[in-house]
């Protein structure tokens, strides 16, 4: 019988990329109970695969081989290590389109969107294997007498990695780059929605030739599994992209062991629009800003806030462009909307919708029974959204854009910030004091001017507030993995003064 999992491998140049095995200590792993779970195409609710659950005994054993493999790792050179993953980096960019097929086909993502995430996940790598040879420490002026005082980077340690399935393979290469340039083993623990990307990503780091204990994959229950990672007093740094609900537990269950926590959490951006913008043109920013991977996006413009003297002009053209929006099978051309990723999501969805008419809001678009499958979501535009709506104080995660007017630059700076979250915000004007004042005034950890595009290996990505712990990527983002050890060089004669 052909399942779908036949036809994927068929559908790769390179049918060994796709795995239905954990991978631990560079061997490819069953459940040891038996356990099982089946990973769905969110187009088509067809299973396209199995993974195991492993047992608790198995993640333990993923923890002693790291840290049986950590001694050598973080021996090599950093030149070393940055060979190696030079090496995956190439691998991942000749295996593009595999990678983007089973991200597709897990995710539902367009396959050109998938395409992109490939690229974007890849420059995480190449990235931080040049940014390990730059992890310098300091000589610092000593005050101590004939001492010469200074500083170290080391690795921290074991890093545990617990992604989402929005974006299956960039929130693994941009958290485990770091840590392997970094010196440090990793353990992923992929979401149970999209492991396959991950999993392609280990195959290609043994290839690269990674050794084994030093990039691990660990699937399972999500509640078991963490529990275990935070647990485990070996575990050194936990890097956790997700919900903010998710975090805070993460947060609570590392509580005993004290582990260094890097948390990429949840969004509710506002996309604020000045008066002196043209509305079409910023109408087409806010589409790209709200719209891209089905509104699943943790920069997802959430909140739309439009000057009101261009409001009505800038809903006209929101919503022309909204209808000409394609929703449909990621595997098929000319698709601009992939399904949600699965039907709860949708659910989800129908009642943020649902809630915000029963409290007053107007809805364009949103024809729901032109939606190509259960798991998908035809796009929805609300105008006069209002604090009170769920719309505005949740993240919908999907292709729902709520719209409200506002009058003067301090209400809007009110509006933007009146909520929990902290990760992105949008401006879009031409006006420097305009933009100088709410980019000043904003409580996000990321502000983009003009300019849906902000991220990107050179960037600094993170959240303030509920949004998260940390930085991910840029000059910054391999200091999550490292310890800085200071030393004191005494007794040593003749250096006092220097
Ligand atoms: N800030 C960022 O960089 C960023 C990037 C992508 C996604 N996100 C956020 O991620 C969320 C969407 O992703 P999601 O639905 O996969 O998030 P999620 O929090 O439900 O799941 C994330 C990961 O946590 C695991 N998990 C789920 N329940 C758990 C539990 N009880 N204990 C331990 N682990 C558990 C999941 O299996 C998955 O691996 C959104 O809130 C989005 O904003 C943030
Ligand atoms: N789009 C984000 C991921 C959030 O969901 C990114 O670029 O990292």
């Known amino acids: 019988m052909t399942t779908l999992s036949t036809t994927l491998a068929k559908r790769l140049e390179d049918p060994r990329l796709f795995r239905q095995y954990a991978y631990v200590n560079g061997k490819w792993t069953h459940g040891e109970g038996g356990r099982e779970e089946a990973v769905y195409d969110p187009a088509t609710n067809e299973a396209i695969g199995h993974i195991p659950l492993l047992e608790a005994e198995q993640i333990t054993a993923a923890v002693d081989a790291a840290e049986a493999a950590f001694v050598q790792w973080r021996a090599l050179r950093a030149d070393e290590r940055c060979e190696r993953l030079l090496a995956w980096y190439d691998l991942i960019q000749a295996n593009r389109e595999d990678l983007a097929t ?22 995480f790598v190449r990235w931080f294997a040049e940014e390990g040879k730059r992890t310098y420490g300091e000589t610092i002026p000593s005050h101590i007498p004939n001492a010469s005082l200074g500083t170290i980077k080391e690795p921290v340690g074991i890093a545990a990695m617990i992604t989402p399935w929005n974006f299956p393979l960039a929130m693994i290469t941009r958290k485990a780059a770091a ?53 485990e007093s070996r575990i050194r740094a936990l890097s956790f992209t997700g919900s903010t609900r998710v975090g805070r537990l993460l947060i609570e269950k ?17 996309f604020i629009v000045g008066p002196d913008m043209d509305p079409k043109e910023a ?29 009505d002009e800038f809903v006209e053209h929101f919503s022309e462009r909204m209808a000409a929006l ?4 990621g595997l098929h051309s000319e698709i601009d909307l992939g399904p949600l990723i699965h039907r709860q999501a949708v659910e989800k969805a129908a009642a943020i919708v649902d809630d915000a008419i029963s409290k007053g809001a107007k809805m364009v678009g949103g024809d729901q029974s032109q939606a190509p499958g259960e798991n998908f979501f035809m796009p929805v535009m609300l ?17 729902v854009a709520g719209i409200t007017a506002y009058s003067t630059d301090d209400e809007v700076i009110e509006m933007a910030n009146d909520t929990e979250y902290g990760l992105a915000a949008y401006i879009y004007t031409h006006d420097i004091r305009r933009i100088w004042k709410l980019m000043r005034a904003l409580e996000y950890g990321m502000v983009s001017v003009n300019s849906v595009k902000m991220t990107g290996p050179p960037v600094p990505f993170g959240g303030v507030k509920q949004s998260g712990l940390g930085r991910e990527g840029g000059a910054t983002g391999i200091d999550e993995y490292l310890e800085t050890k200071y030393y004191c060089l005494g007794a040593l004669g003749s250096v006092s003064g220097s």
């Open 283 to 311: 109408a087409f920013a806010a589409i790209d800003a709200k719209f891209q991977t089905a509104g699943q996006d943790c920069l997802a413009a959430n909140r739309i806030l439009v000057h009101e003297s261009i409001h």
């Open 254 to 270: 590392s509580a005993n062991t004290v582990k260094r926590l890097s948390l990429e959490l949840g969004g509710n951006a506002p």
């Open 179 to 231: 840590a392997l340039a970094a010196g440090c083993p990793v353990i992923v623990k992929p979401a149970n929605e999209t492991p396959f990307s991950a999993l392609a990503l280990a195959e290609l780091a043994e290839r690269a030739g990674i050794p084994a204990g030093i990039f691990n994959v660990v699937l399972g229950d999500p509640a078991e599994v963490s529990k275990i990672l935070c647990a």
């Open 102 to 123: 089973i991200m597709t086909l897990e995710q539902g993502k367009p396959l050109p969107d998938a395409r992109g995430e490939v690229q974007y996940g890849a420059s």
């Open 383 to 399: 105008t006069g959204v209002t604090a009170q709506m769920k719309v505005w104080r949740e993240e919908n995660f999907a292709p």
């Open 326 to 329: 394609t929703v449909g099978n």
